[in-house]
T-cell receptor
Framework: AQSVTQLDSQVPVFEEAPVELRCNYS??????LFWYVQYPNQGLQLLLK??????LVESINGFEAEFNKSQTSFHLRKPSVHISDTAEYFC????????????FGKGTKLTVNP | KAGVTQTPRYLIKTRGQQVTLSCSPISGHRSVSWYQQTPGQGLQFLFEYFSETQRNKGNFPGRFSGRQFSNSRSEMNVSTLELGDSALYLCASSSGQVSTDTQYFGPGTRLTVL
């Protein structure tokens, strides 16, 4: 069965500092990879996804993630964070075989301090 | 396009009661998936419905059930509520026809069982 590990449950950073949120998955087959963000009292919003092709994917708000097949990782990075990036971030995988089921990591709470 | 809507947003029940949650997908979407989010277990897949048929199911007891109507709206029912059922219940919709489709999440229903 697929599983996702987010190594850090909480990441505090100062505003304008770089950040990396780590995600590793376990699967011996191809997967689709996602990062979702959840703001307080809200549902999940898709930040970015990797389906195929270029291993570096970017979001419109400055986040990027790189798919590394050999290390089974999909770490999320941002070179300079803003206070508004404070939220919980979830890494997820799905099976390209057609299932809509997403398997999520436990989440990383990013807190950006002034 | 209107997003995924869930009703009610908040619900308080007592042990032993049953509850029904509703999810209206984005117009044109035929797949609805349900997830349970708790601090301890994180986000867990409950089930997915596509064209009124359950297409995938997670590892939850039979007290958790769902259905989908011809207009793609979905309901989730939990019978004989237990304290551990307290959670945020999220639904997500997608076209369901292509595995690369993005799932769009609603704001969730927060269920508290007393």
């Amino acid at each position: 069965a697929q599983s996702v590990t987010q190594l850090d449950s909480q990441v505090p950073v100062f505003e304008e500092a770089p950040v990396e949120l780590r995600c590793n998955y376990s699967s011996s087959v191809s997967v689709y990879l996602f990062w979702y963000v959840q703001y307080p009292n809200q549902g999940l919003q898709l930040l970015l996804k990797y389906l195929s092709g270029s291993t570096l994917v970017e979001s419109i708000n400055g986040f990027e993630a790189e798919f590394n097949k050999s290390q089974t990782s999909f770490h999320l990075r941002k070179p300079s964070v803003h206070i508004s990036d404070t939220a919980e971030y979830f890494c997820a995988v799905s099976d390209p075989g057609g299932s809509e089921k997403l398997v999520f990591g436990k989440g990383t709470k990013l807190t950006v301090n002034p | 396009k209107a997003g995924v809507t869930q009703t009610p947003r908040y619900l308080i029940k007592t042990r032993g009661q049953q509850v029904t949650l509703s999810c209206s997908p984005i117009s044109g979407h035929r797949s609805v998936s349900w997830y349970q989010q708790t601090p301890g277990q994180g986000l867990q897949f409950l089930f997915e419905y596509f064209s009124e048929t359950q297409r995938n199911k997670g590892n939850f007891p039979g007290r958790f059930s769902g259905r989908q109507f011809s207009n793609s709206r979905s309901e989730m029912n939990v019978s004989t509520l237990e304290l551990g059922d307290s959670a945020l219940y999220l639904c997500a919709s997608s076209s369901g026809q292509v595995s690369t489709d993005t799932q769009y999440f609603g704001p969730g229903t927060r269920l508290t069982v007393l």
